[in-house]
């Protein structure tokens, strides 16, 4: 007998550990808070990548799937300046290996690949405690509880598993970025959507930038970042949709209309997306029982890893699992001796792309790393 195993969390890296136990056999149950898989929208455009990503759905038997689902021509990448002046402009050839899809559509394949039931929809985690032994209990927030030799907290970054392994908290990382959407960018934000081209946009300056992806549908999805004090934030009225976006605008006078367009034609209310991390080089010693995935182990800065490495993680735990299945320390103990480098280098390389993307030298030192010359 196998070992069921108890996941915390049905995003991206939480289901693929689910998918590979599942093709392996072994039996797994996701707990997530949403009441729904369409509770919530999933988020945008993800680049899944050759060295991670795809060898995480290509353990899960998912592979031909997810090339259905591969929008073309999106690794495109913009580079602009804040007059709107081209630095950088590369096609997409088709010979890159970081292809961009949905969150959303790859969150289904992964839901659908999994028996009915699997995952408990409605079950927020309220508190977790150790029994003894590797023992652990989850009580929900309709006062429910299960019991659980083998928990994964693939719960996120203010994870309610984590503290059973880790003194560790998310920190501030001193940027933010403010999230919206021009929908119809085409025909209804014409000059915008030249601008962000057909794939990615980079218009950057130290401290700031606009950035913004070429989605589904002509959909332009806006992330713009600055870098203030979260208090500076809280004096923005988010709720009065148009008097924030004017407010975030401000910050880029004397920028091309066709970008700051992004931020005021937004046709979504602008939503406020605190970037935190984890120590880099977070892990913990060895508990029973119990270990953690995605950013629930590693929340670092956006630097396009995170669903990758959640991904990839849930692959190579399950895949731990199923070459010690009847030794659940065994497992473990390898997954997190691969996990905690793997975490670090990646962390370390997202710190030092935000510094290029919104230091001193942006936007030249992003520009010299797409183009090799750093």
């Known amino acids: 007998m196998h070992t069921p195993v108890t996941i915390i969390g049905a995003g991206l890296g939480g289901l693929t550990l689910a998918r590979v136990l599942h093709v392996h056999g072994i039996p797994a ?22 060295n991670n990503g795809q060898p995480a759905l290509q353990a899960a038997g998912l592979i031909d799937e997810f090339h259905g689902l591969i929008l073309e021509g999106r690794e495109a990448i913009r ?72 928990l994964v907290g693939a719960d996120g970054a203010w994870s309610r598993v984590r503290p059973l392994l880790s003194d560790a ?57 600055l870098r203030k004090p979260q208090d500076w934030f809280a004096g923005i009225v988010f709720p009065d949709s148009a008097t924030a976006a004017a407010r975030i ?39 029973p029982g119990v270990t953690l995935l995605g950013d629930a182990a590693h929340l670092m800065p956006p630097s396009g890893e995170g669903a990758n490495l959640a991904m990839y993680d849930g692959a190579e735990l399950g ?23 793997r975490s670090a280098a990646e962390a370390t390389e997202a710190v030092r792309l935000h510094e290029l993307m919104f230091g001193d030298n942006a936007p030249q030192g992003l520009i010299n790393m797409f183009t090799g010359h750093e």
């Open 29 to 50: 149950t996701v707990y997530e808070a949403e009441p729904s898989p369409t509770a919530r929208a999933q988020g945008g455009m993800l680049d899944i990548h050759d």
């Open 79 to 150: 580079v602009l300046a804040p007059d709107g002046a081209v630095l950088l402009d590369e096609a997409d050839d088709g010979t890159g290996g970081r292809p961009e899809v949905q969150r959303g559509e790859l969150r289904q394949i992964l839901l659908d690949s999994l028996p009915a039931g699997t995952v408990r929809w409605g079950h927020k985690a309220g508190s977790v405690r150790a029994l003894g032994d590797g023992r652990h209990e989850v009580t929900f927030a309709d006062g429910t509880t299960v019991v659980t030799s083998l």
């Open 169 to 225: 908290t998310p920190e501030y990382a001193g940027i933010s970025f403010i999230e919206t959407y021009l929908l119809d960018g085409d025909t209804r934000h014409p000059a915008s959507a030249k601008a962000v081209g057909g794939g990615s946009l980079f218009a950057l300056a130290p401290g700031k930038g606009i950035q913004a992806h070429r989605e589904s549908g002509g959909t332009l999805h806006t992330y713009v970042a």
């Open 249 to 287: 605008a401000q910050e880029f006078d004397g920028w091309a209309p066709e970008l700051t367009a992004l931020i005021t034609d937004g046709e979504t209310a602008p939503v406020l997306r605190p970037i935190n991390a984890l120590p880099i080089e977070h892990q913990w010693d060895r508990v």
């Open 319 to 341: 895949k731990a699992i199923a070459a010690h299945p009847d030794d659940v320390e065994a497992a473990l103990t390898e997954y997190e001796r691969a996990l905690f480098p």
